[in-house]
């Protein structure tokens, strides 16, 4: 193996293999280490296994709104979650297994080893010692487990185990109301596992608005117990023995548990001590978000490892930049994306642009609308969640929106699009919005927002009039 390179790569997850496609375009001197299983955490653990087990929830589920449109004989339905998971890996090995493509032609520039950086410019693998001009860190993240809770043996599941499950427990407790708790848990209820959620902070998947918050957890507390804003204590006294979790004084007995805490860099161990500078309390050196550069070394961190956005499309774009910038002999600041983050619950649940907490002490109105009365909602049985819009209030620009609604996930990309073209809200409502669709909601929060700016900004739109024999609040 030639042990002197122009570019070093640590990791093979989205980052890292991001970062590769820009190194091929300007250097074959280059390897690629990778510790544990190739593929990314993306097509192995997450976004794409826990689709595939969201829509086998979502499909089953759905079956409580076939009365309402005249479909009857649901009470003879039922689910085999062993058939549920088997098709979950069979489309995760799948989507693995295109990933791994990407480095089986790489030969003897792909090494499956524990790195460790030894200096700027060095790193230990096994007894041997690399050198390159470059250096990309990009080692991903893995979920985070309270030492004490390891004597549940298998009973405790991670995103790192739920989908190799041949069986589930009959009871879980998700401990964790992030977008990943959230998602595992209304799909194990989904498929008929008896669920209880467990946080100890009162806001869930990320939400920060209070109204949206208080929305989406009365919209998920029909579905399965939850119990926010007080500290989870696991008991386990046998490894046979039923687990119990105490929040606030409650016991609740169950036969498993889904450990949802966060994901933790995977920093430890990778050497940065070597390096000479400072980190956080979580091992974490300073990055620029810009061009992904540890401190002025020859260095670049990118993906979960830092801790910035844990999302797939952040870590794809930091490994762009730093494949682009340690490929280069000069540095480039490359501008981020409009913040965009998703929970794949029914509703979706979403934050785009700034968040309500972000805006807490700057001049915003707010505009809202439920979607309980939403004309398209209500005839696909899908009426249910809130969406509120935040504007400057000195001159309408839209800054950002969290929402929990029907095919949020649409709605969150056309404010994406806008937040990140710095349009206002007059600017939004010009464009056509078609009738019924799920968007005429949106429409409404934006005719709100500008009813709330102050006065002489209230300007009407080419909508402004009301549709023909048809009543505005149930059909926008």
């Known amino acids: 193996m030639k042990l002197d390179y122009d570019i070093i790569i640590i990791g093979a997850g989205s980052a890292g293999l991001s970062a590769l496609r820009e190194i091929k375009k300007h250097t074959d001197n280059f390897v690629i280490i990778n510790d544990g299983p190739w593929g990314t955490t993306c097509a192995r653990v997450g976004c794409m296994p826990s689709k595939a087990l969201i829509e086998s929830a979502n499909a089953f589920y759905r079956r409580h709104a076939f009365e309402a449109f ?14 549920v998971f088997e098709r979950v890996r069979a489309l995760r090995d799948h989507f693995v297994s295109g990933i791994i493509k990407d480095t089986e032609s790489l030969g003897n520039r792909a090494v499956s080893a524990r790195a460790r950086l030894l200096g700027p410019n060095h790193v230990q693998i096994g007894d041997k010692k690399l050198h390159a001009k470059r250096i990309i860190l990009a080692p991903g993240s893995r979920p985070i487990i309270p030492p004490e809770w390891q004597k549940l043996g298998k009973r405790l599941l991670t995103s790192d185990t739920l989908f190799d499950q041949e069986t589930i427990p009959d009871r879980m407790a998700v401990i964790g109301m992030g977008p990943i708790g959230i998602e595992v848990a209304q ?3 989904r498929i008929g596992v008896q669920v209880y959620g467990f946080s100890r902070n009162p806001l869930i998947a990320g939400i920060t608005d209070p109204l ?4 989406i957890t009365g919209l998920i507390s029909r579905e399965f117990p939850l119990f926010l804003g007080n500290k989870v204590e696991v008991v386990s006294n ?3 023995s039923a687990i119990t979790i105490m929040a606030d004084d409650n016991p609740i007995e169950v036969d498993g548990v889904f450990a949802a805490l966060g994901r933790q860099p995977n920093v430890d161990d ?9 980190v956080n309390d979580q091992g974490i050196p300073n990055v620029n978000p810009n061009t992904m550069q540890i401190e002025d070394l020859p260095i670049f961190l990118a ?9 797939l499309h952040e870590a794809a774009d930091e490994g762009y930049i730093a494949g682009v910038n340690a490929s280069a002999n000069s540095f480039t600041c490359f501008q981020r994306r409009t913040p965009l983050a998703i929970t794949f619950s029914d509703p979706n649940i979403v934050t785009v642009g700034a968040s309500f907490q972000q805006l807490q002490n700057k001049s915003i109105c707010v505009g809202q609308v439920s979607f309980e009365n939403q004309g398209r909602a209500r005839v696909a049985q899908l009426n249910k969640g809130m969406l509120r819009i935040y504007a400057d209030s000195k001159n309408g620009k839209l800054l950002g ?6 095919a949020g996930e649409h709605l969150a990309h056309l404010l994406a ?3 990140s073209q710095s349009l206002t809200v007059w600017d939004l409502l010009q464009i056509p919005f078609y009738h019924p669709v799920l968007e005429e909601g949106l429409r409404t929060a934006l005719r709100d927002l500008v009813s709330k700016l102050p006065p002489g900004m209230n300007r009407s739109d080419l909508s402004a009039c009301p549709g023909f024999n048809t009543d505005i609040q149930g059909t926008e």
């Open 417 to 419: 699009l806008a937040i």
């Open 238 to 240: 046998a490894e046979n």
């Open 401 to 406: 929106s969290e929402l929990c609604a029907p």
């Open 70 to 83: 005249g479909i009857i004989g649901t009470e003879k339905l039922s689910i085999d979650k062993k058939r």
């Open 187 to 189: 799909a194990l209820s």
């Open 303 to 311: 993906g979960d490892a830092n801790n910035h956005l844990p999302l």
């Open 270 to 278: 990778l050497g940065l001590d070597t390096l000479g500078i400072a």
């Open 212 to 215: 949206i918050n208080q929305t």
